[in-house]
Every structure is written in structure tokens, then in C-alpha cells.
């Protein structure tokens, strides 16, 4: 990249990566960090190494930013890269054709598991790494995960079981997957499915998986020219599914929706009249196409519009399946763009009253069943990226608790961890962190277990 190149969208502004490592103690506090929130907040999401263009947001390599909180202090901010296979040098599609699913960028997510802290990224398997954001290695559960694990496993509230799933370039293009609570993978089944798509999320409810199969598919012509091999395909159709929990169950129930797009799940769960309710981010296929373009994947129109990637170019939506009828209703929740949606995860699979959203306005609260929504602004070049839900401890309803938010700055300037109260989105606290934070993707409160420093 010469002096003279204009950088793409995802390189600039809030999306520059950062040069280097850095760890900083004693951080300055605005405001008053409840005590209650004793344990760490940690965020993945892609930074290229310095000078290097990977040619889509998605693919830059991984690392991982991370807060100590603990008695009302900010104890420490670190930034480490994942030490990928990827990261060291070795190509994801090996000389035979096979490939290498531990050479990835390990950018997406971070979650805590059976006390394993997992670095997560679709394409492969994730990475073990310390609360102290230091890489561990390659985890396949003792050898018996051989597909690639999704970015975003559902965690049941109730059983403590970790549901997941891994796509395929062939056949089978989808595998389900099941977790205990004490972290054995205990049942993987083949879904059958048309074709390799760009499956991202899911859902659990109390007793179904809801799979979504949409229409962005791998197109082989474009991979091995960098960037994501994945376009829009109005031959495909746009269906949802749902499959039983029971185990050895593959069977699953197909719903036609509109076409569409959807990276990211808010919550599912099923109604008093056994019906399905799925609430998800919607993007139709202009608002993908200019996100997409915008972020380096290949489009399917001639001209993408001017970029100027918003936050979010997508609608919150909700999806209700019948199985009595085999239809499935659709309606918008609301009018403003939405990405990043989370909730209180002691709900997963069960009704829930709240979502929470962001955009390039702030952090959106949304109550499905007033059917209103809250917004606490980011005015200016501050941008707040996913809002993590951490419920109060003697918490009496489904929203007391905060949100932790990681801000960044279109101007460069140093990032900021955002607590806002999550009953009425106002500010607790803020806390400085000394260098730039690029905007990433998903992260996790990990509560204290003990002496993990």
C-alpha cells in the first residue's frame, strides 16, 4: 500500500488497526464502575499486521482487547494478537487441497466455556487462550470436533450444554453440535443442506435448533484471490428451519421467507401456541450488497453505491414459524439500522422482553413488548461497538443489570469501555483507555472464578 492509495473503508477511521501490543494499569475512571463487576470484559475482532490489506473486514487476523474490573477500578487494558497457525505463516489450504483448520485468523468472538476461554472464528477451530488474552493453542475438543466450530454457539441457560455447529465448502456443508457443560463434545450430526452458505449464526430454543439457510453462497471461482468468496445468489432461496433437540435428530422443518440476509441472532424461543419466534438482524439484498461491498466481499450488482459504510444497514425483524401451518409471518420490530443485537443470556431460548442493538447513533434498547425503543447517543466521531449484557446478581427483572461497550473513534484518538445502566441506558461509567481501539466484532464478560491473573 503506497503513500499515494487511499486505504479501503475497513482499514481507515474507527476500522484502522493498531500497530502494536500494549498493556496499561491503574486506567482513569469517569463516573463510578459498579462493584458488583469483579472479572474481565474481553472483545475480539480483526487487526491486520502493520502495512498489510487481507481484502475483506472479515479476514484481517485476530486480537483480543481486555479490562480487569474489580472493586469499582479499572486494574488493567491489554491488546494481544491470537497466535494463529495463520498468524505464523501457514496457509489455510494446504498443497494437497486439504485444509489446515487451525490456520485462521481467530477474529470473531471470545467466550468462556467449561472454564476455557475460546478465541472463535467460523472458518476453523477455535483458539485456547488464557483470561490473561495469551494463546494458548488449537482447541478441538480431545480430537473429536473435525469440522469448523461457528463464531456464535449458543450457551442453554438451563442445561449448561454449548450448542454449535460447523459449515463446509463440501459436502456435508452443515454439522451440528453438541457440548456438555463440563466442555466433552458428545454428538455431532450431518444437516442436510443444498450447498455451502454463508451460515454465520443460529438459534436454540427450549427444545429446537433454528438454522437459517440464506442466500450468500461460497462461490469457488472467487476463493484464492483474498478477500471472502461469497455472493449473493438470487437462485438460492431464503428458508428457516427447525430441528429438534432430541438427540440423533437430523429431521428438519423448512420455512420460505423473503429473501434475505442475516448475520447475527438477537434471541429465540417458542410461544404459548408451540410456535417458533425468531428476532434477528434483516438485511434485504441492497443493504447487503453496499455493506458487503463496502467491507471487501464481491457483489453481485455492477455499481455498489457510494461507500460510506454505516454501522449497521440492517432492520431488526422477527420471524414467527408455525408448525401447525408450515408458514412463517414476518414483520419489522423497527425502523432504525441495528447490528450487534444481544439480551440477557440467562434468557437464551426462553422469552425475553429486551434487546439491545447498535448503529452509528449509539446503543438502542429495545422493549418487544411495549414496542418502543431507548437510544443512549455516541454524538460525534465515537462509535459504540457490541453491547455486552452483564445481569445484576440479585437482579428482580430481566433488564437490571449493564451494558459494556467498547467505543472507537473515527479521528484516531484513544478508545473508551462504555457502562451504561441497562434498565434506562444511562451512564455509569467510563473508562480511558490510553491507545485506540479498532472497531471489532463480539465479546464477553467473563465474571471472576478465582485467581486468574
Known amino acids: 500500500m503506497t503513500e499515494e492509495t487511499t486505504p479501503p473503508l475497513y482499514l481507515r477511521g474507527r476500522f484502522a488497526p493498531v500497530p502494536e501490543e500494549h498493556s496499561a494499569f491503574n486506567l482513569t475512571v469517569r463516573g463510578t464502575l459498579p462493584p458488583e463487576l469483579d472479572g474481565r470484559y474481553l472483545r475480539n475482532g480483526p487487526n491486520p499486521l502493520p502495512d498489510e490489506d487481507n481484502g475483506h473486514w472479515f479476514t484481517g487476523p485476530g486480537m483480543l482487547h481486555g479490562l480487569r474490573l474489580r472493586d469499582g477500578h479499572a486494574e488493567w487494558y491489554r491488546n494481544r494478537w491470537i497466535r494463529t497457525r495463520e498468524l505464523e505463516g501457514h496457509p489455510f489450504v494446504r498443497e ?20 476455557t476461554v475460546l478465541a472463535l472464528c467460523e472458518v476453523g477451530f477455535p483458539y485456547w487462550v488464557t483470561p490473561a488474552l495469551e494463546t494458548v493453542g488449537p482447541y478441538d475438543f480431545g480430537g473429536k470436533l473435525t469440522t469448523a466450530m461457528t463464531a456464535h454457539p449458543k450457551e442453554d441457560p438451563v442445561t449448561g450444554e454449548l450448542h454449535l455447529f460447523g459449515t463446509g465448502f463440501a459436502p456435508p456443508y452443515l454439522t451440528y453440535h453438541r457440548v456438555t457443560a463440563q466442555g466433552e463434545l458428545v454428538d455431532s450430526r450431518p444437516v442436510e443442506v443444498p450447498g455451502p452458505t454463508m451460515m454465520h449464526d443460529f438459534a436454540i430454543t427450549e427444545h429446537h435448533i433454528v438454522w437459517m439457510d440464506l442466500p450468500v453462497v461460497f462461490r469457488p471461482e472467487l476463493a484464492g484471490h483474498g478477500g471472502m468468496p461469497y455472493q449473493w445468489d438470487d437462485n438460492y432461496g431464503a428458508r428457516l428451519g427447525i430441528m429438534s433437540r432430541t438427540p440423533g435428530s437430523t429431521e428438519v422443518r423448512w420455512f ?6 442475516v448475520f447475527h441472532v438477537g434471541n429465540a424461543y417458542e410461544d404459548a401456541q408451540g410456535r417458533i419466534v425468531l428476532d434477528a438482524v434483516r438485511y434485504d439484498h441492497d443493504r447487503f450488497e453496499h455493506a458487503w461491498g463496502d467491507i471487501g466481499g464481491p457483489t453481485g450488482v455492477a455499481v455498489v453505491p457510494e461507500p460510506g459504510l454505516v454501522q449497521a444497514p440492517a432492520v431488526l425483524y422477527r420471524w414467527t414459524l408455525d408448525p401447525a401451518t408450515g408458514k412463517a409471518a414476518e414483520r419489522r420490530l423497527d425502523d432504525r439500522d441495528a447490528e450487534f443485537p444481544t439480551h440477557n443470556e440467562t434468557l437464551t431460548g426462553r422469552e425475553n422482553r429486551y434487546l439491545y442493538t447498535v448503529s452509528g447513533d449509539g446503543i438502542a434498547k429495545h422493549d418487544l413488548t411495549g414496542e418502543t425503543t431507548r437510544v443512549h447517543a455516541t454524538p460525534g466521531a465515537r462509535y459504540a461497538g457490541e453491547a455486552v449484557f452483564v445481569p445484576a446478581a440479585k437482579g428482580r427483572s430481566e433488564d437490571e443489570g449493564w451494558l459494556l ?45 478465582g485467581d486468574e491473573d
Open 96 to 115: 494437497d487441497g486439504t485444509f489446515d483448520l487451525t490456520a485462521t485468523p481467530g477474529n470473531t468472538h471470545v467466550i468462556r466455556h467449561a472454564d
Open 256 to 261: 420460505d421467507v423473503d429473501p434475505c440476509y
Open 405 to 449: 461497550s467498547l467505543v472507537s473513534d473515527d479521528d484516531g484518538k484513544a478508545g473508551e469501555l462504555l457502562v451504561l445502566d441497562a434498565t434506562d441506558l444511562s451512564e455509569q461509567a467510563v473508562v480511558e483507555l490510553p491507545y485506540a481501539v479498532p472497531a471489532g466484532f463480539h465479546g464477553s464478560w467473563l465474571p471472576e472464578l
